[in-house]
């Protein structure tokens, strides 16, 4: 069956630092990843999406890289700030025909200032 | 502003009783979806539906219920069949073609506790 895996539980950085979380995918081949943010409470809020034949995708301070060869998704904060501080999840498209999503469990994200 | 609309936001269930969990959207979206939060798990899919009077069973169907009568309107009902209810409900939307290449928009949930 499908498996997501999300680095780490929690990452704490400092302030201005990179924030680099990884999402790693077993046994399929999604042909797109999205990432989500999502705060205490709240429902997650779409961030960036990447196709399969896309390397990397950028908006404003963040990054997403997509490797199906390594069957990974790594999503980069540059310049953070306590602002980003947040639960990140990954979510590889569901080929199965539903065209749905899988999330996995998230990383907490922590910016110390 | 559009979006997607979850009430109420905090719930009370009592043994053998179902409660109903509203969602609405004024997105214009074809595709709703229902997720189940619980601690260290990611989103877990109860059900969905692409088009109105049409819906799916996700993972985790077992002791709950939709329906789809309207596209603005995706409620789903915690029968009592369901043991373990106490979690954060999530319901999303997004455009036709499903959710693979599109964005999901999220409500800010519901949250269900048992009594």
């Known amino acids: 069956s499908q498996k997501i895996e999300q680095n780490s539980e929690a990452l704490n950085i400092q302030e201005g630092k990179t924030a680099t979380l990884t999402c790693n995918y077993t046994?399929?081949?999604?042909?797109?990843l999205q990432w989500y943010r999502q705060d205490p409470g709240r429902g997650p809020v779409f961030l960036l999406l990447?196709?399969?034949?896309?390397k990397e995708k950028r908006k404003e301070r963040l990054k997403v890289t997509f490797d199906t060869t390594l069957k990974q998704s790594l999503f980069h904060i540059t310049a953070s700030q306590p602002a980003d501080s947040a639960t990140y999840l990954c979510?590889?498209?569901?080929?199965?025909?539903?065209?749905?999503?899988?999330f996995g469990t998230g990383t907490r994200l922590t910016v110390i200032p | 502003d559009g979006g997607i609309t979850q009430s109420p936001k905090y719930l009370f269930r009592k043994e053998g009783q179902n409660v109903t969990l509203s969602c609405e959207q004024n997105?214009?979206?074809?595709?709703m979806y229902w997720y189940r939060q619980d601690p260290g798990q990611g989103l877990r899919l109860i059900y969905y539906?692409?088009?109105?009077?049409?819906?799916q069973k996700g993972d985790i169907a077992e002791g709950y219920s939709v329906s789809r009568e309207k596209k603005e309107s995706f409620p789903l009902t915690v029968t009592s069949a369901q043991k373990n209810p106490t979690a954060f409900y999530l319901c999303?939307?997004?455009?036709?073609?499903?959710?693979?290449?599109?964005?999901?928009?999220f409500g800010d949930g519901t949250r269900l506790s048992i009594l």
């Open positions: 999303a939307s997004t455009g036709t073609g499903g959710s693979g290449n599109q964005p999901q928009h």
């Open positions: 046994n399929y081949s999604p042909a797109y």
């Open positions: 990447i196709r399969e034949n896309e």
């Open positions: 979510a590889p498209h569901d080929q199965t025909g539903a065209n749905n999503l899988f």
């Open positions: 997105l214009n979206h074809d595709a």
């Open positions: 539906s692409q088009i109105v009077n049409d819906f």
